[in-house]
């Protein structure tokens, strides 16, 4: 049983930064494939960014890409998502999420994550 906290959210001006992170216990951090989601109020979960095992692939929506880095740091169970030129429309609950799926094509799909965070709030203002 995975255990996922993320932190970092917050308030933040249009065309600033954030870096959320999620602390994994639990479980053996290296063995899963971690991903970063987002839900808006009225909106469907949407991915943001996935890593792969040993953070050799990563994977974005075109929505972000260029402006969000997922990173993760095995030693400390801890995965990163690096935000920048934030915009108002990104205003959302982040979570981070565990998989132990086998193909990368089920990390861009909430439903092949198996343990969920409780989510970290980030609010930007125009």
């Known amino acids: 049983q995975v255990q996922l906290v993320e932190s970092g959210g917050g308030l933040v001006q249009a065309g600033g930064s954030l870096r959320l992170s999620c602390v994994a216990s639990g479980g053996t951090f290296s063995s899963y494939a971690m991903g970063w989601f987002r839900q808006a109020p009225g909106k469907e979960r949407e991915f943001q960014a996935a890593?792969?095992?040993?953070?050799?692939?990563?994977y974005y929506p075109d929505s972000v890409k260029g402006r969000f880095s997922i990173s993760r740091d095995n030693a400390k169970n801890t995965v990163y998502l690096q935000m920048n030129s934030l915009k108002p429309e990104d205003t959302a609950v982040y979570y981070c999420a565990a998989s132990s799926a086998y193909r990368d094509s089920l990390w861009r799909d909430q439903r092949g994550y198996g343990y969920w965070g409780q989510g970290t709030q980030v609010t930007v203002s125009s």
């Open positions: 890593i792969s095992w040993n953070g050799g692939r990563t």
